[in-house]
């Protein structure tokens, strides 16, 4: 089964929403979903400007800008 754990959406400019993709499972944090956490933050770190920036954002979710 080739399943999307995570989904990554850019809706503006500046802006990265993940979204964990495990509904039958609550989105527990399963290795391999921390894998591709882990790993689309670190991409997105790299790709990161100054401006770049972490808060806590509704439903208590860490946020990446």
């Not at 527990?28 to 894998?35: C, G, P, Q």
Request: glycine content about 2%.
């Amino acid at each position: 089964m080739n399943e999307t754990l995570l989904i990554v959406e850019r809706p503006v400019e500046g802006v990265v929403q993940l979204t964990l993709n495990r509904p039958d499972s609550k989105n527990a944090l399963s290795k391999a979903l921390r894998t591709a956490l882990v790993t689309q933050l670190t991409t997105l770190a790299e790709e990161c400007s100054r401006n770049c920036y972490s808060h806590w954002c509704r439903r208590s979710v860490l946020c990446w800008l």
